[in-house]
């Protein structure tokens, strides 16, 4: 059973393009975790209601690739999330979840 | 690009199991979804931390996709909403989306 993330995030209005760059499923993020055994995939969801609302779902194929990757690669996660931050006016945790087969 | 939307459920206790085979990629929805042109398929996400949350993510190939499904089986539609609202204690719609490709 995969082990998934849900983040949903509010960007800046100037900053759109380079989070949408940024965190859709060829962007720096996945670019990353692609390094990582067990990373499978990341979606970006765009709100059709709110062009700054955003959830991206990144799903790996179990929770402990996701801890390896955590750990073996904290200082990169690191510089990439406070980088992020600048790009987003909000940022919340959806979930951690298990996906049905 | 694709048209998603995202549900949220809190399940009854006692209703997890069924909400489980109603709600997931080959559960009731998803076998009506699939008499439709245009839906791809569905997820059933299952929260680590709280064993009654979960989310739905439907995936169609576009938003006229699912209207035209939602009139044409309206009253398949709120049967299974009615039924399924007895097994759930809170339904929150998380949002519409564009899937960024």
Do not use: C
Request: hydrophobic fraction near 35%; aromatic fraction near 16%.
């Amino acid at each position: 059973m995969a082990y998934t993330y849900v983040w949903e995030y509010l960007v800046a209005p100037d900053k759109v393009g380079l989070f949408q760059r940024g965190y859709g499923p060829s962007g720096e993020w996945a670019e990353l975790f692609r390094r990582a055994p067990g990373y499978l995939r990341t979606e970006l969801h765009r709100d059709l209601s709110n062009p700054l609302r955003f959830l991206t779902v990144d799903y790996w194929q179990s929770r402990g690739d996701w801890e390896a990757f955590r750990a073996r690669f904290s200082s990169e996660f690191e510089e990439l999330d406070a980088r992020g931050e600048k790009l987003t006016t909000r940022e919340t945790e959806i979930g951690r979840f298990e996906l049905a087969e």
